[in-house]
Structures are given as C-alpha cells and as structure tokens.
T-cell receptor, first 113, second 113 residues
Framework: EAGVAQSPRYKIIEKRQSVAFWCNPISGHATLYWYQQILGQGPKLLIQFQNNGVVDDSQLPKDRFSAERLKGVDSTLKIQPAKLEDSAVYLC???????????FGPGTRLTVL | GESVGLHLPTLSVQEGDNSIINCAYSNSASDYFIWYKQESGKGPQFIIDIRSNMDKRQGQRVTVLLNKTVKHLSLQIAATQPGDSAVYFCAENSGAGSYQLTFGKGTKLSVIP
C-alpha cells in the first residue's frame, strides 16, 4: 500500500513570497490533516478535512494560510505571504474511517529567509 | 502553548536494555492515545495506541501504560536496539470522534551500541 505522498520535500523562499504544498493521502482515506512542526516541537494541527469539507480550521492562521481539498482526495496548503516564523516542516496525514491511527507523509521542510 | 525549543528531553540507553519514555497529557476527557516515533527527516510513524478504557496494551517489543488518575502515559521498549534511536511523541485525541491529535513535547531516545 502506498503511503502519504507530499511535495516538494524542501522549499526555500524569502519572506513575503508565496508557497504551496501538495499532499496525496492513502487511497480511500476520507480524513486528511495538515500539521505544522517547528524544530524541536511536536506537530501542531492546522486543519482537518473530512472528504472535501473542513472539520476544524481553528488553528489555521487564516490571514495568510489557506487549504483546500476540492475533490476529496489531494489537498494543497498555501501560505501567502510567508513570514520568518513560518519556517517549519509541514506534515500531511490521512486516516481511514473508524480508525484512530493517522498515517503521516514525509513532510515538506520550509525555510523562510 | 507548550514550547520546548531546540532542547528536547533526552534518554540515553545501552543497547539491549529496556527503555521507558514518559508523557503527561493535558485533557482528562481524552479517550485515545498514540505513541509515534519520528526519525530525522521523516514523518511520525505509528508505534502503538491505547483507548481510555484500558490501562495496558502490548505490541511487539513495546508496551504502553495508561494512568488516567494522574494523566500519565508511558512507552516501554524491550531490548532496545540502535534502530530505536529517534524522537518519540505521545499524542492524545481530545476531539472525540473527529480524532484530532494533540502532540506532547517529544523525547529523544539515543541508543548506545
């Protein structure tokens, strides 16, 4: 079974630029999550989707972050404009219905200069 | 929120010894808990989970203990191997049926050959 795919793996941008991350969850997983992991800390949930609907985006900084999952499969997370404090690893995870286990992708490491 | 910066708690153990990693969780209403292992440059990998109606669960070389009275979780790794070297996170589901995980601070396990 293929795991959660994310791209790009690494991205370096300057502050005030825009950036987008892509996630392809495990086939058949209806629930998709985006997390932000700052160096030395645990992942922090940004947004949760169930199919193409948002379950919770209470921790998403909506003035600069946006996410979508238009067809209930792939998802994109965008930051516009980026700030220095957005430097982190952005992790995507997916989950099958009825199970608590979240499967994580390898993450995208973002560096904002 | 919690912040540990770059200084994760570290546990160093001799190869072949048993390891015990501890975690204090925050929400007495949490009903599901997971331990994840994260190697450098990779996403978190599921190790073992436990529901709040249990106090112990065993897997292959790993055991999770849950003490709801003091809101404490522990992960025991038997016969620790060099491949066990990683950062270990506990996570609690505080989102009821929506399975929203809140991650702990993480512990870095170093195995001495």
């Amino acid at each position: 079974e293929a795991g959660v795919a994310q791209s790009p793996r690494y991205k370096i941008i300057e502050k005030r630029q825009s950036v987008a991350f892509w996630c392809n969850p495990i086939s058949g997983h209806a629930t998709l999550y985006w997390y932000q992991q700052i160096l030395g800390q645990g992942p922090k949930l940004l947004i949760q989707f169930q199919n193409n609907g948002v379950v919770d985006d209470s921790q998403l900084p909506k003035d600069r972050f946006s996410a979508e999952r238009l067809k209930g499969v792939d998802s994109t997370l965008k930051i516009q404009p980026a700030k220095l404090e957005d430097s982190a690893v952005y992790l995507c995870a997916s989950k099958a219905g009825g199970s608590g286990e979240q499967f994580f992708g390898p993450g995208t490491r973002l560096t904002v200069l | 929120g919690e912040s540990v910066g770059l200084h994760l708690p570290t546990l160093s153990v001799q190869e072949g010894d048993n390891s015990i990693i501890n975690c204090a969780y925050s929400n007495s209403a949490s009903d599901y808990f997971i331990w994840y292992k994260q190697e450098s440059g990779k996403g978190p990998q599921f190790i073992i989970d436990i529901r709040s109606n249990m106090d112990k669960r065993q897997g292959q070389r790993v055991t999770v203990l849950l003490n709801k009275t003091v809101k404490h979780l522990s992960l025991q790794i038997a016969a620790t191997q060099p491949g066990d070297s990683a950062v270990y996170f506990c996570a609690e589901n505080s989102g009821a049926g929506s399975y929203q995980l809140t991650f702990g601070k993480g512990t870095k396990l170093s195995v001495i050959p």
